[in-house]
């Protein structure tokens, strides 16, 4: 690691008791991003340490001033993942309006997972290289996160705008509709905004059209 | 391996001119099954021919009578997975009515997948420790799987029962919906059927309600 000429010599690694400095969360984030890829290109257990270094054009000395084992980096890469989605579903979920809150949850999600595929593609298919106590971690967020998607199908059900079903099966199977397109979008021939607008039209029905449908009394 | 004393020896594995047995073709789906949950519960590249041996209660040499090498038991088992799916979604594509096609084609693929999640679990994310050829064998009968859906959708929406829209965009939106299940769906909770009409609830429209809202002329 480059170090400036009047810094003290110290220990590897960034001292417990500091706040990382911007450059150090920066470059971390570049150190998760490109793990994402290597690990989507080879699968989990088949990418190494030295794989992600040599994507980095990192020797794995300088790799391993960031992260010490390959678990830390799949951690890295779940984390971002669930926790920035989760901050933007709480942000959306206070829609009022039932409406929406439902299209807004839709877009959110198939453009999420469309802006970055190869992160998704690791945080959906290669959680068993995940140690237990971050499984349950994400566990724990990825269900608040679905909690939110349940109450905003169970009010669009109630005012009309979705068919009637079970909530929680109706939010996973719209978690499924948005999610999987990391598996056949092609960037070359697709367009992400069509697609939210695709999953929007798919399943959210007109509000007038059904009133029309039971008229009252 | 138990051989009849009267049969003279032969070299290991069953012989290349012969239709293997009733018997042998039974064991090998055993084989494939119990392959598939060793590899969806340890992942493809951590679980081993040992795991898959130990998990049948055979020898690994009484196992590499029938397979020799871990990436033909990923083959056996993608290939099982497209191979029957696409038989029977050949016979779908047969059904003259688009309404009643449409909705054979997601039933078909919503009970499909949660008929053996273990199996499919493993089919849609681990590709990645597939050979070449074989992952563009099954490429080549994926695409026929969805050209089903595309004409089954075209024609859907030429009928009025489902939004206007890219046909390939929302044959592929659909196979999410209805294959996502693998990654919540719990039978001590939830049930396929109810998963299959929730599917089919969700997005086909009623072929009278939407001739209502346009009239003619």
């Known amino acids: 690691m480059p170090t400036p000429p009047e810094t003290p010599p110290r220990k590897r690694g960034r001292p417990r008791h500091l706040e990382p400095s911007a450059e150090y969360r920066e470059r971390l984030e570049d150190i998760v991003t490109v793990a994402a890829e290597v690990f989507r290109k080879q699968g989990y257990d088949a990418g190494s340490l030295d794989d992600v270094a040599a994507a980095l054009g990192l020797r794995k000395a300088s790799l391993y001033y960031y992260v010490k084992r390959k678990t830390d980096l799949l951690r890295l890469i779940f984390d971002r993942a669930i926790t920035t989605a ?88 719209i978690i499924g509709l948005t999610s999987w397109s990391y598996k056949w979008f092609d960037p070359a021939r697709d367009s992400a905004e069509r697609f939210a607008d695709t999953c929007v039209a798919l399943v959210v029905r007109d509000k007038r059209s059904r009133r029309r449908i039971r008229p009252a009394g």
């Open 86 to 173: 989760l901050v933007d579903v709480e942000r959306l979920a206070a829609i009022p309006d039932a409406h929406d809150r439902l299209v807004a949850l839709i877009r959110h999600q198939a453009l999420l997972v469309l802006a970055d595929p190869h992160h998704f593609a690791v945080y959906f298919d290669q959680r068993t290289g995940l140690e237990a106590e971050d499984l349950a971690d994400i566990a724990r967020k990825e269900r608040r996160y679905v909690h939110h998607f349940i109450t905003a199908v169970t009010d669009a059900m109630d005012a009309g705008i979705l068919p009637d079903g079970d909530p929680r099966m109706v939010a996973h199977s």
